[in-house]
């Protein structure tokens, strides 16, 4: 199944992307897309990764919205629920 999933994350484009604001303001808006899609994917930009790093900021956002992190690689990550 995870295989699966990265295999259909590898040609999904980016729909979210994660700023100086940080993960509290996108937080809604992966809520919403989850319920669309069955996969997102969010960059973490530069201004966000100065509270961590890409795995850290993507597992906290996907507790925040009852979601699974599929992947992560450089400064992206792909969610699931």
Do not use: P, Y
Not at 15 to 29: I, P, Q, R
Not at 68 to 76: F, I, K, L, S
Request: charge should be negative.
């Amino acid at each position: 199944m995870d295989d699966d999933l990265r295999a259909q994350a590898h040609d999904l484009d980016v729909t979210l992307w994660v700023g100086k604001s940080g993960v509290d303001a996108v937080v809604g808006e992966l809520d919403d897309q989850l319920r669309d899609r069955r996969l997102v994917k969010a960059k973490f930009l530069r201004a966000a990764r100065g509270a961590g790093s890409t795995e850290e900021l993507a597992e906290s956002l996907a507790d925040r919205v009852d979601a699974d992190v599929v992947e992560t690689r450089g400064n992206t990550a792909v969610f699931n629920r």
